[in-house]
């Protein structure tokens, strides 16, 4: 029997689509955050007519009015069309594949983004304001993603265990173990607060004016944002990016003898595979690994 199109009042507007395709469960905020804002120019292009109008001619134009952009942006925009594209798809809305002759942009091998620890825990150990310092040595100590640590509350934290609850990425939840270092950082920035026991970890040092209920603590100080954590950590450091915190921790410990699979959970990432930057290139790990082979084959030297 030949395929027969949907009756026209089963395709939506693009816009219409696309905000189905963000509100899926599966999506983490900031996934749906970043998708929001990368199809926001092609849904001001195609948003009032149907999602039909996404042709190739439509994604090319798209496309070719990206190429003033990074690579890496470039690359992330297409992906995200290129997702929007799968999950059209099997609604049957589009019968074909309007990315199929539009390729990503290669991109330039990165930079090794671990920095050395001793630096870091130099900056560390120079910061004075108690709840700067209690947040950057948690996301160091834990290997912890910018959101990870901001979105804790108080009372998700186990002290006797010395744990936290994280919510990590894609909301899938792990448990990390704090040093007594971090203890005591944290110990004092919440005795500055007067020691509450419920609501947002980390808060601004001021009132907030129009924040979010449910980021409000009971004296109306508001969650502190990934901005702001950013900026003080850029004026903390020569010039270092928030995310090398993560990288750092976690190349640390690959060196130290974390095995993968112990790496796969300190780190919440969710494939072996994606731990690979962090061990292919790291030459203590190498080093430590070639060392322990000898003793085991040479023991007597």
Not at 8 to 27: D, G, H, K, N, S
Not at 112 to 131: H, K, S, T, Y
Not at 150 to 178: N, S, T
Not at 197 to 217: W, Y
């Amino acid at each position: 029997m030949a395929h027969l199109p949907a009756p026209p009042a089963t395709i939506p507007t693009f816009q219409t689509a696309v905000e189905r395709f963000l509100a899926q469960a599966r999506f983490a905020p900031r996934t749906r955050d970043s998708y929001g804002r990368d199809l926001a120019p092609l849904v001001s292009q195609l948003g009032a007519g149907p999602v039909t109008g996404l042709t190739p001619a439509a994604v090319a134009a798209f496309l070719a009015g990206l190429l003033h952009l990074a690579p890496a942006t470039f690359n992330r925009r297409h992906a995200a069309v290129h997702s929007l594209i799968r999950w059209c798809t099997r609604q049957g809305w589009l019968d074909h594949d309007p990315l199929a002759t539009q390729e990503r942009r290669p991109q330039p091998p990165g930079e090794p983004r671990a920095l050395d620890p001793a630096q870091v825990e130099a900056v560390l150990g120079g910061i004075r304001d108690r709840r700067d310092r209690a947040l950057f040595w948690l996301l160091y100590d834990g290997g912890l993603r910018c959101h990870e640590a901001l979105a804790i509350d108080i009372e998700e934290i186990d002290w006797g265990e010395r744990a936290i609850h994280i919510h990590g990425k894609g909301d899938r939840p792990r448990e990390m173990f704090f040093s007594r270092q971090v203890a005591r950082q944290l110990d004092a920035y919440l005795k500055e607060r007067g020691v509450p026991t419920r609501g947002p970890l980390f808060v601004t040092h001021r009132r907030a004016r129009n924040p979010r209920r449910a980021d409000l603590t009971a004296d109306g100080h508001a969650r502190l944002s990934y901005r702001q954590v950013d900026t003080l950590w850029k004026g903390y450091t020569p010039g270092w990016d928030l995310h090398q915190l993560r990288h750092t921790a976690i190349s640390a410990r690959a060196a130290r003898g974390y095995t993968e699979v112990e790496l796969k959970r300190f780190s919440g990432h969710r494939s072996l595979r994606s731990l690979e930057r962090y061990i292919a290139d790291n030459r203590e790990a190498a080093k430590r690994k070639a060392r322990e082979w000898e003793r085991r084959a040479w023991p007597d030297g």
